[in-house]
């Protein structure tokens, strides 16, 4: 069975970088063409679509983040990370790791990890 | 890329059927048979409800139904039940590899 885990901080201070990790257990990235995406929830808010990586490292952003956030995959570790730069209150939000069944269909997912910006 | 237009809030008694609408673009929903809708619960990660505009994954009760028209897809709940009562998302791809843009979601009450 497919298992996601975010993994990072969870208070992270403004203008700093935030971090995460999602480690991959019960498929191995490398031998699926799947990409593996990031997508993160503000309190009481909607979802929104980060970016996603391919096992080539391939990626592809939102375009309303792409300027702050670099996703990268390590295949050896069954990982793939997320980082998002110059990060404000606004970047608060619950942020998941998860892998899709077709084109923006996200069948498995992490339980989330809520990261807070603040000083 | 906008997100996609749902109604804040929806509801329905047991047993009832309820529809949730989500209106995008020419750009998204109208031009690709990749929508998908999520059932979230407070506190959980959303649960993947339909996909590919109409199919359900596997275990999904076939209560839930999804369809599109034009720039306009939906989602049907029938014979409602209590645990149905969840927010609701729908995503749809969006070409040059945005891989989802998202609605703003509705609740659903079961009342």
């Known amino acids: 069975q497919l298992q996601l885990q975010e993994s990072g901080p969870g208070l992270v201070k403004p203008s700093e970088t935030l971090t995460l990790t999602c480690t991959v257990s019960?498929?191995?990235?490398?031998?699926?063409?799947?990409?593996w995406g990031w997508i993160r929830q503000p309190p009481g808010q909607g979802l929104e679509w980060i970016g996603s990586?391919?096992?080539?490292?391939?990626?592809y952003y939102n375009p309303s983040l792409k300027s702050r956030v670099t996703i990268s995959v390590d295949t050896s570790k069954n990982q793939f990370s997320l980082n998002m730069r110059s990060v404000t209150a606004a970047d608060t939000a619950v942020y998941y790791c998860a892998r899709p069944k077709a084109a923006a269909a996200w069948d498995y997912w992490g339980q989330g990890t809520l990261v807070t910006v603040s000083s | 890329q906008s997100a996609l237009t749902q109604p804040p809030s929806a509801s329905g008694s047991p047993g009832q059927s309820v529809t949730i609408s989500c209106t995008g673009t020419?750009?998204?929903?109208?031009?690709?048979?990749?929508v998908s809708w999520y059932q979230q619960h407070p506190g959980k990660a959303p649960k993947l409800m339909i996909y590919?505009?109409?199919k359900r994954p596997s275990g999904v009760p076939d209560r839930f139904s999804g369809s599109k028209s034009g720039n306009t897809a939906s989602l049907t709940v029938s014979g409602l039940q209590a645990e149905d009562e969840a927010d609701y998302y729908c995503s749809s791809y969006a070409g040059n590899n945005f891989f989802g843009v998202f609605g703003g979601g509705t609740k659903l009450t079961v009342l």
């Open positions: 020419s750009s998204d929903v109208g031009s690709y048979n990749y």
């Open positions: 590919e505009v109409s």
């Open positions: 019960g498929a191995s990235i490398s031998s699926t063409s799947y990409n």
């Open positions: 990586v391919y096992k080539t490292g391939t990626t």
